[in-house]
């Protein structure tokens, strides 16, 4: 049953019907968006970036953010791997998102940590159990991104990208990537030989 409630008789002589209808349909459409659902707020990502474009990793990946500083190389790396970082007592193999994404980077040598410039982005052990942190040109900021329909995503190159999301204060798409996908060659730990040789 629904209940409507009207304005008194004899106020509706003073300021008409047709504004007091106007009114009343104003105020009905006040409630109802009273009791919409705002948008719906994709999980947090770390905003970075890398070279001339901008992704997102998922902050619940993000350990910590330090600045970059030049990591020890690893012989026989491969080229995406820039070498060891120390942290805390522990090492982390310290990985190149542009080689990784494809990005161009900014800095003539991505190795190379400029002074005051870039960071490294720590990583919680993945599945793996592996430690990484990615080198990327800047780390901006968290925000929570609005998902975007796969229908209004733009293509992406290759298959690191798990969706693509709207940041509604700047209206800017942005990449949020799938570090699972992206680092699988990584975090999978080195099996030793075995000593017994069988």
């Given at each position: 049953?629904?209940?409507?409630?009207?304005?008194?008789?004899?106020?509706?002589?003073?300021?008409?019907?047709?504004?007091?209808?106007?009114?009343?349909?104003?105020?009905?459409?006040?409630?109802?968006?009273?009791?919409?659902?705002?948008?719906?707020?994709?999980?947090?990502?770390?905003?970075?970036?890398?070279?001339?474009?901008?992704?997102?990793?998922?902050?619940?990946?993000?350990?910590?953010?330090?600045?970059?500083?030049?990591?020890?190389?690893l012989p026989g790396a491969p080229a995406a791997m820039l070498g060891l970082r120390a942290r805390a007592g522990r090492l982390y193999?310290?990985?190149?998102?542009?080689?990784?994404?494809?990005?161009?980077?900014?800095?003539?040598?991505?190795?190379?940590?400029?002074?005051?410039?870039?960071?490294?982005?720590?990583?919680?052990?993945?599945?793996?159990?592996?430690?990484?942190?990615?080198?990327?040109?800047?780390?901006?900021?968290?925000?929570?991104?609005?998902p975007l329909p796969p229908e209004r995503a733009p293509a992406s190159p290759g298959g690191a990208v798990a969706f693509h999301a709207?940041?509604?204060?700047?209206?800017?798409?942005?990449?949020?990537?799938?570090?699972?996908?992206?680092?699988?060659?990584?975090?999978?730990?080195?099996?030793?030989?075995?000593?017994?040789?069988?």
């Amino acid at each position: 049953m629904v209940l409507r409630f009207l304005p008194d008789p004899t106020i509706l002589g003073a300021i008409g019907e047709a504004r007091t209808a106007r009114l009343l349909e104003e105020r009905a459409e006040a409630l109802a968006r009273r009791g919409a659902p705002e948008p719906p707020r994709g999980a947090p990502v770390l905003l970075i970036a890398v070279g001339a474009e901008n992704f997102g990793l998922p902050l619940s990946r993000v350990a910590e953010v330090l600045p970059a500083e030049p990591p020890c190389p690893l012989p026989g790396a491969p080229a995406a791997m820039l070498g060891l970082r120390a942290r805390a007592g522990r090492l982390y193999a310290v990985l190149d998102l542009a080689a990784l994404t494809g990005a161009v980077p900014d800095a003539p040598s991505p190795g190379d940590a400029p002074e005051g410039g870039g960071h490294d982005v720590l990583l919680r052990p993945g599945p793996g159990g592996r430690r990484l942190a990615l080198r990327v040109a800047r780390a901006l900021s968290a925000a929570e991104p609005q998902p975007l329909p796969p229908e209004r995503a733009p293509a992406s190159p290759g298959g690191a990208v798990a969706f693509h999301a709207l940041l509604p204060e700047t209206g800017a798409v942005l990449a949020v990537l799938d570090l699972d996908r992206l680092l699988r060659s990584y975090a999978a730990p080195s099996t030793p030989p075995d000593a017994h040789g069988a």
